[in-house]
């Protein structure tokens, strides 16, 4: 029986050499697989740290930083009195607020925020931290659940605003300590 590596069920191997234009595309494929990742990190501009950073430019002009501080010294509401912010302040509270605190903030599932109660401080700084960062289960003393983060919804501006106009119909409410 002949060498089975040289003929198996008839068929035989030929020896022969590969043919060139295969050799070719082995060899280009090498030299591609070598120079196009230099292209790639040092030259390209399709690198992910571009794309990232586009993608990044892109959003932040669709979506503005909503948290352009407007921030006081002493951590007081700076629209306090201001007229334009209370009233804007009052129809923000009846998009984001009234679910929760009732349409005249005189409380539901959330605390009442008209009366002389506060479970978690009554100064600007603390109403300002309350109302951006929520207040999360852990630290809920009502235990009817959380109070959400307005942050990414409002901002920075649009909650001093509902806080100037909660201010202005509760002087319970104290520019700081
Ligand atoms: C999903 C319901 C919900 C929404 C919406 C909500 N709150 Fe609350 N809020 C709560 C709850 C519940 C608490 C009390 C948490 C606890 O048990 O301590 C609370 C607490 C507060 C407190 C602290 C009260 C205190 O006595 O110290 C403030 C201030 C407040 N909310 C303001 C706001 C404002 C302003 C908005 C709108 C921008 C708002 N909340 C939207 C549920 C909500």
């Not at 129809?91 to 009366?115: I, K, R, S, W």
Request: include cysteine; glycine fraction near 10%; hydrophobic fraction near 35%.
């Amino acid at each position: 029986m002949s060498d089975p590596n040289k003929e198996f069920d008839g068929i035989k191997q030929g020896e022969n050499p590969l043919p060139a234009w295969w050799k070719w595309v082995f060899l280009g494929s090498i030299i591609f697989g070598i120079l196009y990742p230099i292209y790639f990190h040092g030259f390209s501009d399709w690198g992910t740290t571009e794309y990232y950073s586009a993608q990044v430019k892109e959003y932040t002009e669709l979506f503005p930083n909503k948290n352009v501080a407007i921030q006081s010294q002493d951590g007081s509401n700076p629209m306090r009195g201001n007229a334009n912010a209370i009233a804007s302040g009052q129809t923000t509270f009846q998009t984001y607020c009234v679910a929760c605190h009732g349409p005249t903030g005189e409380g539901l599932v959330g605390p009442n925020l008209m009366d002389k109660e506060w479970l978690h401080g009554n100064t600007d700084a603390q109403l300002y931290e309350n109302v951006m960062k929520g207040i999360p289960f852990e630290r809920t003393k009502l235990g009817r659940g959380p109070m959400p983060p307005h942050e990414m919804s409002l901002g920075s501006e649009k909650v001093y605003q509902v806080l100037a106009w909660l201010a202005s119909r509760n002087l319970e409410i104290k520019p700081t300590k």
